[in-house]
């Protein structure tokens, strides 16, 4: 039988202390850290519904390991039951300065299009609409307060009872709209319409997209009785985002709702003009919209020395009304992270772990530590009583194992990393601007084709490149990048690449002049990358790597244990080399496509899954060992396909992060 130390270093629970998406935290939470701060969020939350019209945020101010994930993920937690006042939403940062309605629109719709892990198929929108039903049935159907109980309490009945092949939604539809039009005539009607479609599941994909703000093909746009978006420009667009913000804002002030904003990673504001952009996505939520409560989430001197300068004065002072700063923890806090986090990990077999641990760190947690802290501190313990000694870690083996983990989460949980040519173009560039054969990296403002770079190739000739990422999916979009493309190939006798995400078209055959344009493109040399699934989780994966590299939310121990941020220097490092950050995004050579893999036995394969992790002493498995189990049993599932699966299916699995990489931990029973 292993000693306590050994089964602690095989499934630590510490080996990371990178901040994770509070929609990805997976660890229990201390109530009592931060409570001043969660206690305040929640009062401003009810204020912000009993008013809805007074202008109010909230300013958090915390260094990076303060404990911000884990009061987000406390928040986010108040708020996923199904009859719950409160929606919340997390916006990545910005990178497009010209695009500040859409990209806070596009945050909002992505995060209230997730499932409720608890009642999967039903998200914050769904909630919403059964807001709007029950109120008009209650005022203009059935005043009967006993249907409108039985109502609140299946809210389900609207999605999926029907009438006739119709759902009672549908059926509804348009008297509820018109019933709320009619006292509300300001909110955007397309986006009533759109949002009432929600019942149809062939269509969620396409109503997701249009309520993000995307242009639609001409096909989907008919599907939902919307008029086109390609073709307009930048003011409509950027107006129109702003209409339906302001209308979501009706909606939540008409049901006493309040939907929670997280704005966090402020460090990856990087110019003037994301600094501008930032601020008018915050004018617009204080001062336009009802019922909608910004956190903001900023290190302390970053909000001194750069945010606050970089924001107008009315804005800062409004900003600096409700201000909470994260403290550092108890000697009992401590231990009772440590606690928690074992007993979540070894279940009830967690007690020899933990007062192992608890002996091994006697006298090492000092009274304001912070959580982060703690967490090195055990993990620093764990490894040396395993004979690893404390001398300096390499920051490129740290920064793989975090690149290696942020893949697997985006894979696990892909609908949730909408394409987005922005975070693709941030990715692709960083990458480009790190490799040895590589020079002139640049980009272009207001030009599709970006970035541009110089290629060294395997004969030594130097070639220029353009790189053309879109993740439209209109035909004039795409055709219009295939020929700027063949504009530069002609004008720069260089080489162009056409790159999108796996989910976006880019031919039909009813696409007669975009095909048109795509053979030209390609007989004049040009390169499509329609990149597979599992490549296009490592673009997003580098890009979620920076926002953290630039907030300092991944750190590593220096020599004599002294913990610092990595830096950008060695995230540029590891891009650079092959031998930690893995295959290219881009290679001179076509990758070859391989041939999509046969769906799995889904009936079965949960079984096996859950057949094996109940065998487990801690009901949980690596992947690796995982996968052989289930494929011993007469599956064929990859890595990705694994992950996929498990991540679709979270009120029965977790997915947990160890440094030999990921498991799967089994929640709960399986409803096998």
Request: glycine letters at 6%; charged letters at 25%; a neutral charge.
């Amino acid at each position: 039988m292993s000693s306590p130390g050994k089964e602690l270093l095989e499934n630590n629970p510490f080996y990371t202390n990178a901040a994770a998406n509070p929609w990805e935290n997976r660890y229990p939470d201390v109530e009592s850290i931060n409570k001043e701060a969660y206690d305040g969020i929640c009062r401003l939350t009810r204020e912000k519904s009993r008013n809805p019209e007074v202008p109010l945020s909230v300013l958090i101010l915390g260094e990076a390991g303060s404990g911000k994930t884990h009061l987000l993920q406390r928040i986010l937690n108040s708020t996923i039951n199904s009859d719950s006042s409160t929606s919340f939403v997390n916006i990545k940062p910005i990178l497009n300065p010209n695009a500040p309605m859409r990209h806070l629109l596009k945050g909002i719709m992505v995060d209230l299009g997730r499932d409720n892990t608890s009642l999967p198929g039903y998200t914050q929108l769904h909630r919403l609409i059964t807001k709007i039903v029950i109120d008009f049935i209650s005022v203009e159907v059935d005043k009967n307060p006993e249907t409108f109980d039985i109502l609140e309490k299946n809210p389900w009945r609207f999605f999926h009872n029907k009438h006739n092949g119709k759902s009672e939604l549908s059926i509804l539809q348009e008297k509820a709209i018109e019933h709320l039009h009619s006292t509300n005539s300001e909110i955007n009607k397309p986006f009533l319409k759109v949002l009432f479609q929600l019942d149809d599941d062939s269509k969620r994909g396409i109503i997701i997209d249009w309520l993000k703000g995307e242009p639609l093909d001409e096909e989907d746009c008919k599907r939902l009785g919307v008029a086109d978006r390609e073709g307009k420009d930048e003011f409509f667009l950027e107006n129109e985002a702003r209409e339906i913000l302001i209308s979501l804002g009706i909606l939540m002030r008409r049901y006493h709702q309040t939907l929670l904003i997280c704005f966090d990673q402020l460090d990856n504001l990087k110019s003037t003009d994301l600094y501008s952009a930032f601020s008018q996505m915050l004018h617009i939520i204080i001062n336009d919209t009802q019922g909608i409560l910004p956190l903001i989430f900023v290190r302390p001197d970053s909000w001194n020395n750069r945010l606050k300068n970089n924001v107008d004065i009315p804005l800062s002072e409004r900003l600096e009304m409700n201000p909470f700063t994260l403290a550092g923890c108890t000697r009992d806090q401590a231990n009772e992270i440590i606690r928690l986090r074992i007993k979540f990990f070894f279940q009830d077999k967690w007690e020899e772990p933990y007062h192992w641990l608890h002996s091994q760190l006697e006298g090492k947690i000092k009274p304001g530590y912070s959580p982060r802290q703690i967490i090195i501190l055990a993990n620093r313990s764990i490894q040396s009583s395993n004979g690893y000694t404390n001398q300096e870690i390499n920051p490129l083996e740290v920064l793989t194992e975090q690149y290696r983990n942020e893949c697997d989460l985006v894979v696990a949980d892909f609908d949730t990393w909408p394409p987005d040519r922005d975070q693709l173009e941030l990715a692709l560039f960083h990458f480009l601007k790190n490799q040895g054969n590589i020079e002139h990296v640049h980009k272009k403002n207001k030009d599709r084709i970006n970035p541009y770079a110089i290629i060294t190739d395997s004969e030594n000739n130097k070639i220029p490149y353009a790189f053309i990422i879109n993740t439209r999916e209109h035909y004039n979009s795409v055709g219009n990048c295939f020929q700027r493309g063949v504009d530069y190939i002609d004008n720069r006798s260089g080489k162009s690449v056409y790159i999108t995400d796996p989910r976006c078209i880019y031919k039909k055959p009813g696409w007669k002049v975009t095909n048109s344009k795509m053979k030209g493109f390609l007989d004049k040399g040009g390169e499509i990358r329609h990149l597979e699934k599992s490549d296009i989780a490592r673009w997003y994966a580098l890009a979620a790597l920076i926002f953290k590299i630039n907030e300092g939310d991944i750190s590593v121990e220096g020599g004599g244990g002294i913990l610092r941020n990595v830096t950008q220097n060695e995230l540029n490092a590891f891009i650079g080399t092959e031998s930690y950050f893995g295959k290219p995004l881009f290679a001179l050579k076509t990758p070859i496509i391989t041939p999509p893999q046969p769906q799995p036995d889904y009936e079965g394969l949960y079984r096996d899954i859950c057949t094996n992790l109940q065998k487990s002493p801690m009901k949980l498995l690596s992947t690796t060992l995982l996968i052989e189990k289930v494929n011993a049993s007469g599956h064929n599932i990859s890595h990705e396909q694994l992950l996929e699966f498990c991540g679709k299916r979270k009120e029965s699995f977790l997915i947990h992060l160890i440094k030999q990489g990921s498991s799967i931990m089994l929640k709960g029973t399986c409803q096998v």
